[in-house]
């Protein structure tokens, strides 16, 4: 089993920042891919980011260029740095981490850019 654990979301303006983390802990040897998720109400969730285990990355169209993702091995983290942020980008996101053939979720974080 793995859990994970999100932070850093709330309220910011447009064109403000947010930094969100992403904690992992359970049994398990390591984690292949963590990814950030966004999901608005009434619509599946899309891919923001996802960051393999040697460091490569991936990213959905909207936020290329603005947000960047990162992870730390040692201590099971993944972090999503969210710059120029803009009401669009409004939505729960969510943390996944694969491991194994499993992939698991973390409860949210809601993340609003309004003025």
């Known amino acids: 089993q793995v859990q994970l654990v999100e932070s850093g979301g709330g309220l910011v303006q447009p064109g403000g920042s947010l930094r969100l983390s992403c904690a992992a802990s359970?049994?398990?040897?390591?984690?292949?891919?963590m990814g950030w998720y966004g999901q608005v109400p009434g619509k599946q969730r899309e891919l923001v980011a996802n960051?393999?285990?040697?460091?490569?990355?991936n990213y959905g169209d909207s936020v290329k260029g603005r947000f960047t993702i990162s992870r730390d091995n040692a201590k099971n983290t993944v972090y999503l740095q969210m710059n120029s942020l803009k009401p669009e980008d409004t939505a729960v996101y969510y943390c996944?981490?694969?491991?194994?053939?499993?992939?698991?979720w973390g409860q949210g974080t809601q993340v609003t850019v309004s003025s």
């Open positions: 996944n981490a694969a491991v194994n053939i499993f992939s698991y």
């Open positions: 359970g049994s398990f040897l390591k984690i292949n891919i």
């Open positions: 960051i393999g285990r040697g460091g490569t990355t």
